[in-house]
């Protein structure tokens, strides 16, 4: 047989539509309550409480049994001492100060109701008549006291004593037990009782009676039997009888969860709130505090300290952006305000110009376009540069880089030393972007009159520290801290555009490292830093 496939999307749209959107703390009451139910909740279910009560009934009818029992047996023995059969064994006879049970409510069968006493041609012992006689006060006396029936047999199972006298219940399998001389209880149906609760029918032992047979035994012999049978206490019954002691626990349960979820809604729920709101306040450009809590767990405060380094990171990065809108804005505008005049002059005054004025005023409008070009060219590079992260596993040979490199822009003027030796063979970066970050470094070294690069290599914890100093001009010291700025540049007149540096830190710093200028006397270093592979 083919099942149909059930169709889970629609399933769980359908959930979703119906789930209701709970707060923190009530999800957490809730779920500290059940847990805190799962006790009684498994005591009811797997009737632990219920069959404690049964089997301390059963006790108290296996003691009634056996002191009867015993006593009667004194008296059969006509005062003389009574001698044990090792044949018949007495299974509740164990010395762990505890009577044994044997009944169990998810395992011992329920007999049908017991049937009535029938009647006999056999003759009941005389004296088991004459000892049941004597004992009949103390078994009305008890049975007063215990609100047990007590029925008293001879050794063939006839009757002794109540409204069944002469009769026989030999036929019983719990009296041929006893009879056999073995002890035995039985659960049977109680068809006199009537449910006068609704829920009763949850509890199993509400319309059972016990019966315990107990064999009379003298000089070794079996000569009667006992039969004790009560109903035990109800389910419901012990627990209204006990309703004081339930209904505190369930309160001192109560203000337990209580407390408990108060404790972590001040833990949890309100750094969690408090978050919420610095989230919201950041999203809308304001400051965020990130929250201090007063009562502080590990998992809370991590997610705090990640909050707020997210905070100052966006701090920063509006700061660049804003500030990098600005340049942007005044870079983009000059040579925008030279191809807008020279458009206007063209226009108002094109006729009337020489030929040699409209070449010049062309000129200066096709250097503009270049210039906008090469902003727009190096932008992309820098937005580039900025997203670059490198695959994983990606490494590169700093040996063949820094080869290349040498081979390619060394010259007869200009020359190139690396001194690597003994440093690590492999960086785990991308070798595109530390050749493009070198190549960088070098221009400007050229740039900057620079005849001489010496590039040297160390390796220091781990990390490929990779210095390159040049013999140039130098970098003037108020300009020192503005380098790294985009657009900030000294060579405009030469077409700089001030993103050069910017670009190859962003590479630098997209591949897991960082690159600084370092303080020099003469001439310019930078210092990279770099992750070994």
């Not at 695959?391 to 700093?398: A, E, F, K, L």
Request: hydrophobic share 45%; proline share 5%.
């Amino acid at each position: 047989m083919k099942w149909p496939r059930m169709k889970w999307p629609g399933m769980k749209r359908l959930i979703a539509r119906f789930w209701p959107v709970l707060r923190l703390r009530t999800i957490m009451f809730m779920l500290l309550l059940v847990v805190a139910a799962l006790p009684g909740v498994a005591a009811v279910g797997l009737r632990v409480y219920e069959n404690a009560l049964v089997r301390r009934t059963e006790a108290e009818l296996i003691a009634q049994g056996s002191a009867l029992a015993a006593s009667m047996a004194l008296g059969f023995a006509q005062g003389s001492e009574p001698t044990a059969n090792p044949a018949i064994a007495d299974p509740y006879d164990y010395d762990d100060r505890a009577i044994s049970t044997s009944i169990d409510l998810r395992t011992s069968a329920v007999l049908d109701e017991r049937p009535g006493a029938v009647a006999t041609a056999l003759k009941p012992d005389p004296a088991a008549v004459q000892m049941a006689k004597v004992w009949q006060p103390v078994v009305d006396q008890t049975k007063q006291a215990t609100l047990a029936s007590i029925l008293l047999l001879d050794r063939q199972g006839i009757v002794l004593n109540g409204r069944d006298t002469g009769r026989s219940l030999a036929t019983l399998p719990e009296v041929r037990a006893a009879l056999a001389g073995k002890p035995v209880t039985t659960l049977r149906h109680n068809g006199a009782y009537m449910r006068p609760f609704a829920l009763e029918w949850i509890s199993r032992a509400t319309d059972i009676r016990l019966h315990h047979a107990r064999p009379i035994i003298s000089g070794g012999q079996v000569v009667g039997a006992v039969l004790v049978s009560r109903s035990p206490r109800a389910l419901f019954r012990g627990m209204y009888e006990d309703r004081g002691k339930i209904a505190a626990g369930t309160l001192a349960i109560f203000l337990f969860l209580v407390l408990v979820t108060a404790a972590l809604g001040r833990t949890i729920v309100r750094p969690i709130e408090a978050l919420s709101r610095a989230t919201r306040s950041l999203a809308e450009g304001r400051r965020a505090a990130p929250p201090q809590p007063t009562l502080r767990v590990q998992e809370i405060d991590s997610l705090i300290r990640d909050f707020a380094t997210m905070a100052a990171a966006i701090e920063v990065r509006s700061h660049y952006l804003r500030d990098f809108a600005t340049a942007l804005a005044h870079e983009f505008k000059t040579p925008l305000t030279g191809l807008s005049g020279g458009i206007e002059l063209l226009q108002d005054h094109g006729g009337a110009m020489s030929d040699e004025e409209r070449a010049r005023f062309l000129g200066n409008m096709a250097a503009d376009t270049q210039r906008l070009n090469r902003l727009i060219s190096r932008l992309l590079d820098l937005a580039k540069a900025d997203m670059q992260r490198p695959p994983d596993g990606v490494s590169c040979d700093v040996h063949d880089v820094l080869t290349r490199i040498a081979d390619g822009l060394s010259g007869p003027d200009f020359s190139i030393r690396c001194a690597v030796e003994g440093a690590p063979a492999r960086l785990a970066m991308d070798g595109s972007a530390l050749e493009t970050a070198l190549t960088t470094l070098i221009d400007n070294a050229r740039a900057a009159g620079a005849s001489h690069v010496q590039i040297e290599a160390a390796e220091v914890g781990g990390q490929l520290h990779l210095t390159v100093s040049d013999n140039g001009s130098g970098i003037a010291l108020p300009d020192r801290e503005r380098i790294f700025e985009p657009f900030f540049t000294s060579k405009r007149v030469l077409g700089g555009t001030g993103l050069g540096l910017p670009i190859a830190r962003a590479l630098i710093e997209g591949n897991g490292g960082y690159l600084e200028l370092c303080d020099t006397a003469a001439g310019t270093t930078f210092r990279l830093v770099l992750p070994c592979a």
